[in-house]
């Protein structure tokens, strides 16, 4: 996370700690590799997507998007160190955060082996992070996705350069494909 221009290597919020950390980079990397439009919402005073009068949820409804993935992550502690979590909001959007997390898992199955450790849920009972409060997600307008990041997807090996790892950059690759099949116009 950049700052006034530096690297950052933890979140200035204790209470919080490593949550979401170097999710912005594979958020823009995503958004790239699916060329549509992205924001990073950092350090704000709200949860800004819990709310329906924040700027980032407000920019959202006025795109009107198809689709709408928001990238996060976690510390492990809760839903464990190798974990992706994928949410559509409730249970009954069970049928999206499913069939993408089969699609991953499927896809992980033949490749690199960092990839191939990773858990993938996307069952909503089954879920630590369920995204139920989060305005963006539970919007009717379109299908989204709440993807939850282990750090072994996001914490950087190089704290120099302290981006994320190239295995985060790898999901994001085979997430970008999945997606463009699943959500084919």
Same mark, same amino acid.
């Given at each position: 996370?950049?700052?006034?221009?530096?690297?950052?290597?933890?979140?200035?919020?204790?209470?919080?700690?490593?949550?979401?950390?170097? +999710? =912005?980079? *594979?958020?823009?990397?995503? #958004?790239?590799?699916? @060329?549509?439009?992205?924001?990073? &919402?950092?350090?704000?005073?709200?949860?800004?997507?819990?709310?329906?009068?924040?700027?980032?949820?407000?920019?959202?409804?006025?795109?009107?998007?198809?689709?709408?993935?928001?990238?996060?992550?976690?510390?492990?502690?809760?839903?464990?160190?190798?974990?992706?979590?994928?949410?559509?909001?409730?249970?009954?959007?069970?049928?999206?955060?499913?069939?993408? +997390? =089969?699609? *991953?898992?499927?896809?992980? #199955?033949?490749?690199? @082996?960092?990839?191939?450790?990773? &858990?993938?849920?996307?069952?909503?009972?089954?879920?630590?992070?369920?995204?139920?409060?989060?305005?963006?997600?539970?919007?009717?307008?379109?299908?989204?996705?709440?993807?939850?990041?282990?750090?072994?997807?996001?914490?950087?090996?190089?704290?120099?350069?302290?981006?994320?790892?190239?295995?985060?950059?790898?999901?994001?690759?085979?997430?970008?494909?999945?997606?463009?099949?699943?959500?084919?116009?």
């Amino acid at each position: 996370m950049k700052f006034g221009g530096r690297v950052t290597p933890k979140l200035p919020c204790p209470e919080h700690e490593d949550a979401d950390e170097n +999710a =912005g980079f *594979l958020g823009r990397y995503l #958004a790239e590799r699916l @060329d549509c439009c992205s924001v990073i &919402a950092c350090n704000y005073r709200v949860d800004v997507n819990k709310r329906a009068d924040t700027d980032y949820t407000e920019q959202i409804a006025q795109w009107k998007p198809r689709l709408l993935v928001e990238i996060h992550g976690h510390g492990g502690k809760k839903a464990g160190s190798d974990v992706v979590e994928i949410s559509s909001g409730s249970a009954v959007n069970d049928k999206f955060s499913q069939a993408l +997390a =089969g699609k *991953l898992e499927g896809a992980f #199955a033949s490749s690199a @082996d960092d990839l191939k450790k990773l &858990a993938i849920r996307g069952e909503y009972d089954t879920l630590k992070f369920k995204a139920s409060k989060a305005v963006t997600i539970s919007d009717a307008r379109w299908t989204s996705y709440h993807i939850e990041l282990p750090p072994s997807l996001r914490k950087p090996v190089d704290a120099a350069t302290g981006k994320p790892p190239e295995t985060g950059y790898q999901f994001c690759d085979v997430l970008a494909d999945l997606l463009k099949e699943i959500h084919r116009p």
